[in-house]
């Protein structure tokens, strides 16, 4: 019974700590957005809800699954081609998962 509890209390910190580092977070894109891309207003994107809206959900998740999806932040803000470089793949997922959850076709962010 103790060998059975403590495995289960194994896979389970396991998964809490896999899932976690897996979430993405879109109110943690938008600050990132505000915090680190200010630079895309140069590029003609006012803010976060303008970036994001650029294409509709299913674009942003096929740019995803093809790999290009820091290559198209890069082409809608060149100048924060270097911000996009520097993003850990949790940034990175934080991000997608903003301008998924205010595409075009999705949600209207509240500011940013």
């Not at 979430?23 to 994001?52: I, T």
């Not at 995803?64 to 820091?70: S, Y």
Request: proline share 2%; aromatic share 10%.
């Amino acid at each position: 019974m103790k060998k059975t509890g403590s495995l289960l209390l194994s896979a389970f910190v396991a998964a809490t700590f896999t899932s976690t580092t897996l979430m993405a977070d879109a109110a943690a894109g938008q600050k990132l957005y505000l915090n680190q891309l200010k630079v895309c207003q140069k590029d003609g994107v006012a803010n976060g809800g303008k970036f994001s809206t650029k294409h509709d959900r299913d674009t942003w998740e096929s740019m995803k699954e093809d790999g290009k999806l820091v290559g198209e932040w890069k082409s809608i803000c060149p100048s924060g081609a270097s911000k996009f470089d520097a993003l850990n793949d949790a940034d990175k997922a934080n991000l997608y998962d903003f301008c998924w959850q205010f595409a075009a076709d999705g949600d209207v962010p509240s500011c940013g």
